[in-house]
Every structure is written in structure tokens, then in C-alpha cells.
């Protein structure tokens, strides 16, 4: 875990003063309590079960505690009670039938207040400033027929990262990286990538890989005391202080470069359309809320198309070269609807059944996110029997829902013909892109790119497990932990030429 948050630069007095304070509030807050939380590990006075939490792969850990205490768990971290969901049926009455309660996200001293996310709508406080981001969203990418106007451009990207492919397969790792991320910035900003080195997306990556780190609930002790941020930065051990100040540079970086590159080129007249400039032109008088909204909802399209599209495309990889019979058959749907003359395109995606079954079958197998990203209740709930009081984080464990037996017939076999016939195993999708008024706004952008990616690379490519001198290696699937999960090592799969790629 990193840098507890400098700890040590606090006495111990403080800290110790600061918990029985928050364990008295919440003594207090348990004897008004009208019910018990949901069961869970038993914990310790003050601190909870702070020393019951896991540190990484924590889905295999709450799939433990399900199947030792049921679908609907608790734990109290000094205080702050977390309840974890884990089957469909809960996740849906509290987080779609109960939306207007269960659409806030966690408060982040640390990730959210100082460096700067919760301005960037995946963690916004559920408000006006979220309805708005939501409604750009929406209204850019948030149907089929919204998505489909990129067709073009996403025929153009992914026949490039052929392209890189064909030139250098056993790179297919960084391939998919530079595909997603031209994908993401063509779409926002209009902005088309320099060569391997991009400096955008330098800037966009840098404030990324602090992002999974800092807004992980529970990183920072400034998380649960937030009076914590006041520490001034000269004070030692407040390192974590300096880190986070370094980090928001990052995250301003990321929104402002960008911004004001669209800027630039629509005074210029070069911009090409995109999100930015399109809803810049829209609204020739901007307040100043609203620029700020705008250039934060441009940044969470990078923030959230890039690495999950990557990851889920990773899993393709691994897929194929795991069960090339199902390569097989899916490379054998798409010579027999659409031919060896041309290579599939969006258009075709309702007639490609099976390959459309793969798709939605990397989303249960290893679904990028396997606690989906938690909510937070806005007031006091009860639900089953439980009292829920506001302020607890409802995180759901998307990982054993998609594992789950009843539901899947051997649930870690890769399968897509699973969802074929006439008894189609449940769609993992609604679980994948999460709940309510939360649910990913990028599910159609995501499940279009996917589909295109994974078709065309069928039409074209074989992949296949590695071969070292003469031995094949099997792929280990092992996946990093973290709220975006990705295949690791990058797989020891390898891609080779079916047929000449052509120029989209
Ligand atoms: C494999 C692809 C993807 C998966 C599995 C995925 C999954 C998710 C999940 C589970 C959430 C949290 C939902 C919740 O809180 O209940 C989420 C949120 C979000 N996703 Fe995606 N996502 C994907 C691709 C994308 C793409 C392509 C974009 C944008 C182009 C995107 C943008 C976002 C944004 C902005 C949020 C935050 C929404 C909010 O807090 O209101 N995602 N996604």
C-alpha cells in the first residue's frame, strides 16, 4: 500500500485522539441506529476491521466473505461502514431502484479534493455539476445511433493498429494502447497522435497511472480524517501531502494541454470536429462552471475509455490463444457473413452473432472491473432487515455475480457460446458497465470499439500461444490487481498474418 499518509508525521496521540473521536460519533450514531448493518468479519473496537481488510484481489476476498455471510456484507473502517453486494438482485434495488439515494461517490480527501478528481465525473459528488457532465455525455456517446457517427473514424484508427501489427505483432501490447488512446483523443479533441512518443499522451498517462493509486478508498488515513489536509507540507512525514500537490500539476495538466490546444486550432480554423469542439462552438458564451465542466468531461473520456478498452482487449489476446477452437469458429462466422474481399465493419455487428458472444463473453470472464467503481448513500436507508446510515459505501462485487455458478455454467471456462441458442445465459454487460445513474456512459463507445477491434483482428490475424525453441509456453491468466485490471505478463501469445491487410 503506499505511503500511509505519512502517519508518522502526526503523533501518535493525534491519531489516536482523532479515532475515538470518530469511534464515539459513530457509538453514538449505532445506539440511533434502526437495525444492525449487514454481518461481516467480526473487526475490533475503534479501528474495525481495518486489519480484515485485503490489500490486493480484494473481489476474492469479499467472494470469502459471501460465501461465509451471504450477498450482502459489511465492514467498518474507523468507522466508515462499507457494504459489499454481490449478487444482481441487490445490486439492482439499491443502486437502480434506489438511485436518488445510492448515485454519490466516496469522498477523497486525498485523490478527490487535492489532486483534483472529484471535479472529473467519476468521482463528482452527485449534484448539478454531475447531471451536467452526464447530460454532454449523453448526448456525444450515449446510444447506438449516437456511437455510430463514428463508425468512420473507428474503421480508420483500427486499420492502422492492423497495420502496427502486421509490422511488428510481438509489440501487440503497445498497439492496443496507441489504438485506444487515438481512439479516445481523435473523439474528444479531434487530436491526432505523433508517432509511439505522443507528448498528449505523455501528459494524459502520467495523471492516469497516479489515478488508481490515489482514489483507492482507503489508501490515505487524510481520506478518513479530512482535517488531515490542513497539515501544512513543511511538517515531516507529510509526504504524501507533497505527492498529492505533484499529482494535481498532473491532473491540471492533462485537462488544461489539451483544452487549450482546441482552442488554438479552432481560432486557427484547423480544429476537427470533436466533443470539445463541437460543444465549445455550441455554447459561444460560456460560464465559467461551464467551460470547467467541459474540459473535465473531455478529460474523463481519456480517463475512462483508454485503460478499460486496453484491458479488455489484453483479455482478448488471452482468450484467443487459450481456445483456438473458438478463434476458429468465430474467424468461420465472419468468412461466411462477410467474405475475404472486404473486412467487417460496425454495420455489421447484428450479423455477427458469435463474434459479438466473444465480446460480451471478455466482459464476464475477466471483467476489467471487478468491484465496478463504489457509490456512496446520500441519506439514512433500510434495506433487508439492515440499517445502511448515510455516508456508507456500497461497493458490488461484479466479479463473483459474473462467477457465478447458478447463473454460469462453469463460470471460468471462456465460453461465448454460452449466450447462443434458445437458452442464452444472462447477458454480463448490465453488470460490467455498473448501476443507475452511475452506469458507464461510455458502454455503447466501448461495445462498438471492442466489437470492431476484435472482429477485424479475426478477419486477419491468427493468434496463437508462444513458441520457444520448439516448446509452446502456456499463457498463466493472471490478471493486476487495482480498479482496472489488466492481463499480466502481457502474454506470451503470439499474431500472425491470415490475409494482405487493407487501408480503412
Ligand atoms: C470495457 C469497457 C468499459 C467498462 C467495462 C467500463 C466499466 C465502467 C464501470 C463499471 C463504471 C462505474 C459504474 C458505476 O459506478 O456503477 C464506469 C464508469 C465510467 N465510465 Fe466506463 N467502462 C468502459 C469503457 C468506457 C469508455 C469507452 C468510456 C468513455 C469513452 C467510459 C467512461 C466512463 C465514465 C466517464 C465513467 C464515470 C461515470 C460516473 O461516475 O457517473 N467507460 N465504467
Known amino acids: 500500500m503506499p505511503d500511509m499518509v505519512g502517519l508518522g508525521a502526526l ?31 467480526k473487526g475490533w473496537p475503534i479501528i474495525g476491521n481495518v486489519l480484515d481488510m485485503p490489500s490486493s484481489y480484494q473481489w476474492k476476498t469479499y467472494t470469502q466473505w459471501a460465501e461465509k455471510w451471504g450477498d450482502i456484507i459489511s465492514v467498518t473502517l ?78 480508420h484508427e483500427t486499420s492502422k493498429y492492423l497495420l502496427d501489427l502486421r509490422r511488428s505483432p510481438e509489440q501487440f501490447v503497445n498497439h492496443i494502447k496507441k489504438s485506444a488512446a487515438a481512439i479516445i483523443l481523435t473523439m474528444t479533441y479531434g487530436y491526432q497522435i505523433k508517432g509511439d512518443k505522443d507528448p498528449l499522451i505523455e501528459i494524459v498517462d502520467r495523471a492516469m497511472a497516479q489515478f488508481t493509486v490515489l482514489t483507492t478508498p ?52 484547423t480544429a476537427t470536429p470533436s466533443f470539445l469542439s463541437v460543444n465549445i462552438e455550441g455554447n459561444p ?88 467503481v463504489t457509490h456512496r448513500l446520500v441519506q439514512d436507508d433500510v434495506y433487508a432487515g439492515y440499517f445502511f446510515p448515510k455516508g456508507t459505501l456500497i461497493t458490488v462485487n461484479a466479479w463473483k455475480i459474473l462467477h457465478d455458478p447458478e447463473t454460469y455454467k462453469n463460470p471460468l471456462d471462456f465460453n461465448p457460446g454460452r449466450f447462443m441458442g434458445t437458452e442464452p445465459e444472462t447477458d454480463p454487460r448490465p453488470v460490467a458497465f455498473g448501476f443507475g445513474r452511475r452506469i458507464c456512459p461510455g458502454l455503447n463507445f466501448a461495445d462498438a470499439s471492442i466489437f470492431l477491434s476484435c472482429a477485424m483482428m479475426l478477419a486477419v490475424f491468427d493468434v496463437s500461444k508462444a513458441v520457444e525453441y520448439g516448446r509452446v509456453i502456456e499463457p498463466v491468466v493472471e490478471y493486476t490487481s487495482g480498479q482496472i485490471r489488466i492481463s499480466k505478463p502481457s502474454g506470451p501469445v503470439q499474431v500472425f498474418d491470415q490475409a494482405p491487410v487493407c487501408e480503412g
Not at 102 to 120: A, C, E, F, H, N
Open 11 to 41: 503523533s501518535v496521540l493525534d491519531v489516536t485522539l482523532a479515532a475515538l473521536g470518530v469511534a464515539l460519533v459513530s457509538l453514538i450514531l449505532s445506539g440511533k441506529r434502526k437495525g444492525p448493518l449487514p454481518p461481516g468479519p
Open 78 to 155: 474507523l468507522g466508515q461502514p462499507i457494504v459489499v453486494v454481490s449478487s444482481l438482485e441487490h445490486a439492482t434495488e439499491l443502486l437502480e431502484r434506489r438511485s436518488t439515494l445510492y448515485s454519490d461517490r466516496p469522498i477523497l480527501t486525498v485523490g478527490g479534493k487535492i489532486v483534483g478528481w472529484d471535479q472529473i465525473v467519476v468521482l463528482t459528488p452527485y449534484g448539478p455539476r454531475f447531471r451536467e457532465a452526464r447530460r454532454l455525455l449523453s448526448r456525444w456517446i450515449g446510444s447506438r445511433s449516437s456511437v455510430a457517427r463514428f463508425a468512420p473514424m473507428l474503421q
Open 218 to 269: 482507503g489508501t490515505f488515513l487524510a481520506d478518513i480524517f479530512p482535517s488531515l489536509e490542513h497539515v501544512p507540507s513543511w511538517v515531516p512525514g507529510t509526504g504524501w501531502k507533497q505527492r498529492a500537490l505533484g499529482a494535481r500539476q498532473d491532473t491540471d495538466a492533462m485537462l488544461d494541454v489539451p483544452y487549450s490546444i482546441v482552442e488554438k486550432e479552432m481560432a486557427a480554423g
Open 285 to 372: 458564451d460560456p460560464t465559467e462552471e461551464f467551460q470547467s465542466t467541459l474540459k473535465t468531461t473531455a478529460g474523463v473520456l481519456y480517463a475512462g475509455g483508454s485503460d478499460t478498452t486496453v484491458s479488455t482487449l489484453h483479455s482478448f489476446f488471452l482468450a484467443m490463444a487459450c481456445y483456438p477452437e473458438i478463434q476458429k469458429k468465430a474467424q468461420q462466422e465472419i468468412d461466411a457473413v462477410i467474405g475475404n474481399d472486404r473486412l467487417p465493419t460496425l454495420a455489421d455487428q447484428d450479423s455477427l452473432p458469435y463474434v459479438n458472444a466473444v465480446c460480451a463473453e471478455l466482459h464476464r470472464w475477466n471483467p476489467v472491473a471487478p468491484l465496478g
